[in-house]
């Protein structure tokens, strides 16, 4: 019997989702080793794709993107589409590629259901995506055989508009980059302390995450000076690039403005020494379909302070603490509590432990099978333990 062969359609590199190449690459590393998806053959689909002279018009770098992602993208697949028994959209932001392949043989993830917003929840959004392209993306993926969810969150919410029927939908979670439960990385570690230097103030505080509206940098930051003022020692570093100019601004009013240090690009391992250096990890988004960096942050065995949403407790259980979005006052004790705690070693220890046990609960390779056994049901062809090991196609 032939393998059956699976293509995993990754986002294009040039758009740099970090978090959409973790699953991709996570996903093709871990169906290597998964026996699940043993005798599966399994290759990545990541095109390099050639630029168009759009780029060098007024506006051009967004119509690029656009053509690529919409336009170069989807015909690029498109002569593909035979190829193999099985594709995944690893990006349910390239769900209308669907529509480019055979449908019934295609699944996608849905990451959260915001891309959707305009259409069914618009004052939930500030996105400026045209709608005729919004309504594309919700084709293609209402399209799909199977929608898989990093989150039951997300299936709830993905139910609550009626965007996919139940029966289709399986909850499937993100897994923690094996980098964070391993042993520190001596040379990461002191990469990550020259970059935010030996010298006091010795409380950091740490948000991973872009400045996008829904990450509430607003927020953030008004926790951040009411924090200041009675620990001024504390900084927030941040992970994901720069402040955009109406938070600059704000964090000039909160006065805050030189105890805010933005890291550079940094790989993971530098990322996980980043995570265990901390004092605790602060993220107050308002929406989320995951929250990688909870996980991430449990992982290292750090303290995570979230805001307190349905997500957030899914993935942080009782290892994390949280607070109601607007209210500064119950962030202000939260976090002060992390930084004045003067527990034992003893303790330390045994509240570090269970952090590092519950994230271990989100492992790649228990996404792999899950995925693999989507796969099967997919392809039409039942899987056996005699099929041999799995054969996965570096690009």
């Known amino acids: 019997m032939p393998e059956p ?13 970090t978090s959409m190449d973790l699953v991709a690459d ?18 990545m689909l990541c ?11 007024p506006r051009g770098a967004m119509l690029e993107r ?33 529509l480019h392949l055979p449908a019934s043989r295609t699944v996608v993830t849905c990451h959260d259901a915001d891309a959707f917003l ?25 399209a799909a055989a199977h929608v898989a969810c990093p989150s039951a969150s997300t299936r709830d919410e993905l139910l609550q508009y009626g965007l996919v029927p139940a029966e289709r939908i399986t909850v499937v979670p993100n897994g923690v980059h094996p980098v964070f439960h391993a042993a520190p990385d001596a040379d990461a570690a002191a990469s990550i302390a020259r970059l935010l230097g030996n010298t006091p103030p010795a409380f950091d505080l740490l948000h991973v995450g872009s400045c996008i509206p829904r990450k509430r940098i607003d927020r953030l930051l008004d926790i951040v000076a009411a924090v200041h003022r009675t620990h ?45 250096r901390v004092r605790a990890v602060v993220l107050t988004s ?43 006052a119950r962030w202000h004790e939260a976090i002060a509590a992390i930084l004045d705690d003067t527990g034992s070693p003893e303790q330390h220890a045994a509240a570090r432990a269970g952090r590092i046990a519950w994230a271990s609960r989100f492992s790649w390779d228990n996404y792999a099978d899950a995925m693999a056994a989507i796969y099967w049901r997919l392809s039409g062809v039942t899987a056996t333990a005699s099929m041999g090991p799995v054969s996965v196609a570096v690009p």
């Open 118 to 142: 305009p259409l069914v929840a618009p004052h939930l959004t500030s996105s400026r995506l045209p709608l005729a392209l919004v309504r594309r993306l919700l084709r293609g993926m209402q």
């Open 5 to 17: 062969r699976v293509a995993i359609v990754a986002d294009l590199r040039s758009e740099r989702w």
């Open 26 to 43: 996570m996903l093709q590393a871990h169906l290597g080793t998964s026996a699940e998806a043993a005798g599966l053959s399994v290759e």
């Open 47 to 57: 095109p390099d794709l050639p630029l168009s002279p759009l780029r060098h018009l």
């Open 232 to 276: 001024p020692q504390i900084r927030l570093v941040r992970v994901g690039g720069p402040l955009t100019p109406p938070q600059r601004a704000q964090a000039e009013r909160l006065g805050i403005a030189d105890a805010i240090v933005t890291m550079p690009r940094l790989d993971t391992a530098q990322l996980a020494a980043l995570y265990r």
């Open 66 to 98: 656009y053509r690529q992602r919409f336009v170069a993208y989807p015909r690029w697949l498109e002569r593909r589409a035979d190829q193999f028994e099985v594709f995944h959209v690893v990006d349910h932001s390239y769900a209308h590629v669907v």
């Open 286 to 328: 308002d929406r989320e379909g995951f929250g990688i960096p909870v996980v991430e942050g449990l992982a290292c065995g750090t303290p995570v302070v979230a805001t307190d949403m349905a997500v957030f407790r899914e993935v942080g259980g009782d290892q994390a603490r949280y607070c109601p979005l607007d209210d500064t």
